[in-house]
């Protein structure tokens, strides 16, 4: 049996912490939301990061299978785009006027992404579905959005719901949450809310937390596009979490169909602070129209980072690289589960795998081994969708299955 | 006379941008909001930024008074905040846990701005305004806000207007919006609105566009305090443009009164990548209750930057000289005008200047000097607020002063 971590300095660190940050560390990534379980299991701080790894601040390793909620993609410090990112930085970031990188960045994106004629970009995931709602308002002259259950689109308030904190019921009032996958109910939706639908907003596929991850039904997004097209509704597809994991050219194109506005944070510059939307011609003018932009969003320095990232994921075909090291640990896990008697689900795509034991509806038999896992060194969290990197060598993925199944040994002694 | 500029590669790569980019430069950087003039006058792209100068794509130097709308604050490129930047990108930037850099940069803004007892971080400046509004809502369970007309407090639909784009009007009904500095408005609305105002939302002074900026009347700010203790309404201090250039303190301090909720950006980093909502201990908790975050909102780097930027803003006392350096500017440009028989009014805080030839109600004349003066090498704007940086030296500013003056006699000639 292996040692297990302790983390006396993360939790003297985060005891500090309390004093002057609300929550220690908010967010998904504090012990709150991130962990869902006894937060003694997990570390709280990082000390370093490199490839496939992070270290923590009692110095444990781990292989990280979260990559900082997605951004890590080629692997932490990864050369290539940091060489790039310093050669920028030299030059000039955040100065009064944009540099060209700005010009060539977008070029990529449009040659790059599918549905792309152009690119606008932020700094968060949310800046950019705010953008896309704002346009898609602008351009029909509509109020209501369609969503799915089990949405995350961001945390401005017309994101959020109606029961969360500082949230009015004017922020929300206009959004309909329709099930996922249900074709009848958006019929029915598009039927009762005629000319009034401005756009149908979704993840690629059903991607939310505490559940198994759905992919989408066959014909379902074909459908989606169909009755966007008749009731001149804009498509807007936010692959902040998905994107570049499941298809360079974007994750409508990986399912066979187009979006009119598409969304891009996360991977987009392998950590560096830049967001993206992305849309088809005819609304380039309506995002013109917009009155949005903020203090850092010129600043060049993602910009050149992003270049670096897209052009290596390329070289690499990393969407194909990523599935397939997924694919090869999901195999692994279930496996090892097996020889226990677990039924462990892994869903969603292999490069974005979600993990549930399903022998135990209340989920503690899960969150059980998740937290064995940890505490051997494999980074892993209860009830949130995971993100495969690029640096994530045979030899982690084999490490992680025997950790795995170390954990599993040891819950299943406990049944 | 000085030869004028040229923009034959900027004016290219402006034409290269509109095929892939919205409006090509959106934003206030773009032509159509940055500089509401002829844009033949202005450069569009950077090519090199260092200290207070930067070089446009054709190669023009410039006396910078923008800073990039007010990040630079030490000058591009202070080699200590860089340095600081630098190290901690080493260790690990956007990791899956956050870094104890973060509680040392809430350590450091508990310490140096008076009314923060906490500080929480996000990336734009429109991100802190939002968790403030949000926290005041959930603290008070009230959805109005009293704003002051000539108001910027970001992009969220929130703080936009009713006939802005994609705007719906259950974005901004909660908004009231008074006249600035007018203690019988704000009374009467206070009576009016009895136990339904959340916050009052406002920069520390008018430093709106368009109009000479006003300071705050004497006793304004009392006032403002008084009423919001007798409602139980949270003062929230929007100090993203101001902050650190009035008072490290924060901009609230430097009137003499405290604020429940303030925020930062711009120059809190020297341009890295973040903003901050700092306040008081009894809305700590509410803080904890939202449900906010982002991508790279844990990124160190920035943090790292924070802390090197503050401690040399305290180390050279930077607000006083800012303002130093803002007066003998004001004072010169002044004089200069004089010369030719124009009356330039210069408002607003020296360090935030406000510019405007007062001698022309169409603000043509004024805009044709800013023109002049930037085709010869200083970056003024027409109509916003202009920024101060340490690293103008007593040169630029006698170099500022010779240009406005030839600007100033070409204006004169054409009355």
Redesign the interface.
Known sequence: MRPVNTYTKSQE?FR??C?????G?????GPAEGCYVPVEAW????????GSW?W??DGNKYI?Y???????ILG??DPDV?EAAAKQ????????????V??DF??L??DTVACA????FA?????AT?AA??????HTRR?KLIMFKGYYH?????T?KID?????E??V??NIVLPWNDVAALEQCFAENKGQIAAVVSQPYMHGNFHDNELPAPGFWQKVRQLCDENETVLIIDD?RAGFRMDLAGSDHYFGFEADLICF??ALAN???V?ALCGKAHL????????????????AV?FAAGIACIEKLKRIDAAKLLNEKGAKLRDGLVAAGKKYGFDLHVTGVPSLFYLRIADDPTLKLHQAWIAECVKRGV?FTTHHNHFINAALSDQDIAETIEIADEAFSIVANRR
């Not at 930085?89 to 060209?100: E, H, K, M, S, W």
């Not at 004629?117 to 606008?120: L, V």
Request: aromatic content about 12%; some cysteine.
């Open positions: 660190a500090r912490a004093k002057v940050i609300p929550s560390i908010y967010g998904h990534q570390p709280l701080y990082t000390s370093k990061a490199q992070f923590d601040l990280d979260m990559c900082a909620y997605g951004p890590n932490y410090n940091d930085r030299a030059i000039g970031d955040c100065t009064t006027l944009p540099q060209t700005m010009i977008a070029d994106l449009v004629d152009w690119a606008f700094k968060n995931g949310n800046d705010t709602v704002m346009t898609a308002r602008a109020k961001g945390v401005s308030p017309w959020q969360y904190a500082g949230v009015l004017e922020d009032v206009n902040v944070c996360k950590g560096y602070n967001s380039q003018n309506t995002v013109s129209s917009l009155s949005f932009t903020g203090s850092y969003w010129m600043s993602p980074f």
